[in-house]
């Protein structure tokens, strides 16, 4: 089990360190590019047609792509107050039974999204659907979400994994709690 849990740590770091900087990149550029639209429409009275779908577009995606990395961190649904409370109160079974059942919701959630979101590209792509401005595809954004959600079903089905063996194990109750957790 070590083996897989050094493994699980690769991975998420790896995820972790290429989506959120995909994503942070994303989010800068598109920042800056909104600040230019403004300049450009109420300052100089043009703007780009298809400013305004690349600006959402793109950052929905930058979102999709974030999903994955506040799970890897487990910020992504906090409750931290009804954890915290039954942590401290003793419950450290019941934390860790509620952290599994979170993780296993989030694969199966994300995981069926994810899955049957291939009807919604493959439409996309034989219709050739496009935004308002008629310039962006909408296929790579449906890909992209799609991506996202099924990265985070995978971060979640290891986080699943590493959650059943601190339970089996016993581990939980020597672990620190974390502050945030995703229960």
């Known amino acids: 089990m070590d083996g897989f ?39 100089f009275g043009l703007a780009y047609e298809w400013g305004h779908d690349a600006s959402v577009v793109g950052m929905i995606t930058a979102v999709a792509f974030y999903f994955c990395v ?25 934390v860790a039974c509620a952290k599994i059942f979170v993780s296993t919701i989030i694969v199966l959630f994300c995981g069926s999204i994810g899955v049957t979101g291939w009807p919604t590209l493959s439409y996309a792509w034989n219709r050739d659907l496009s935004t308002y401005s008629l310039i962006i595809p909408l296929w790579p954004f449906y890909l992209i979400l799609m991506i996202g959600l099924l990265l985070m079903a995978f971060v979640a089905l290891l986080q699943l994994i590493e959650d059943a063996n601190s ?17």
Do not use: C, P
Request: no cysteine.
């Open 70 to 94: 506040t799970q890897i961190q487990r910020n992504h649904l906090v409750m931290n107050a009804i954890v915290q409370l039954a942590y401290s109160r003793g419950y450290h079974k019941a």
């Open 5 to 43: 849990l050094a493994f699980s740590a690769r991975v998420k770091n790896l995820i972790q360190l290429v989506l959120g900087w995909i994503a942070s990149f994303t989010l800068l550029i598109l920042t800056l590019f909104s600040l230019l639209e403004i300049v450009r429409r109420y300052i």
């Open 167 to 183: 339970l089996i194990s016993g581990k939980y109750v020597d672990e620190e709690f974390e502050a945030i957790t995703d229960v």
